[in-house]
C-alpha cells in the first residue's frame, strides 16, 4: 500500500486513517468580506456594523491618491467575538 493506510470498517467500507490537512481558506489570518460570508456566514453590512463598534478588527489597503481599496477583516477577531457571543448566551441560560 502507499503512504495512505485504508481500514475496511463493519459493512466492509473503507476509510482512510491519513492525517486531514488544513486547508488554506480556513487558516487565513485575514479575509475579505466574501471570504467571511464563506467562513462564518456574516454579510458585508453586518461585517461593517461590528468593525465601526469595535467589536471585530479590519484593515483598509489603499493606494496613495486612490478613493477606492480593499477591506480585510482579521479573522482572529471574528473568533474572538463569536466566543464572546456563544459565553454571553450561556451565561444569560445560567441566570
Given at each position: 500500500m502507499n503512504s495512505i493506510d485504508y481500514i475496511k470498517a463493519e459493512g466492509g467500507t473503507a476509510h482512510t486513517t491519513a492525517p486531514v490537512q488544513a486547508s488554506p481558506a480556513n487558516d487565513a489570518e485575514f479575509v475579505d468580506a466574501p471570504g467571511?460570508?464563506?467562513?462564518f456566514s456574516i454579510k458585508r453590512s453586518l461585517a461593517y456594523s461590528l468593525l465601526a463598534d469595535g467589536l471585530i478588527k479590519g484593515v483598509s489597503l489603499r493606494?496613495?491618491?486612490r478613493l477606492r481599496g480593499k477591506r480585510l477583516f482579521d479573522v482572529a477577531s471574528v473568533r474572538v467575538y463569536l466566543a464572546s457571543q456563544m459565553e454571553s448566551k450561556e451565561a444569560g441560560q445560567a441566570s
Open positions: 467571511l460570508q464563506s467562513l493606494r496613495c491618491g
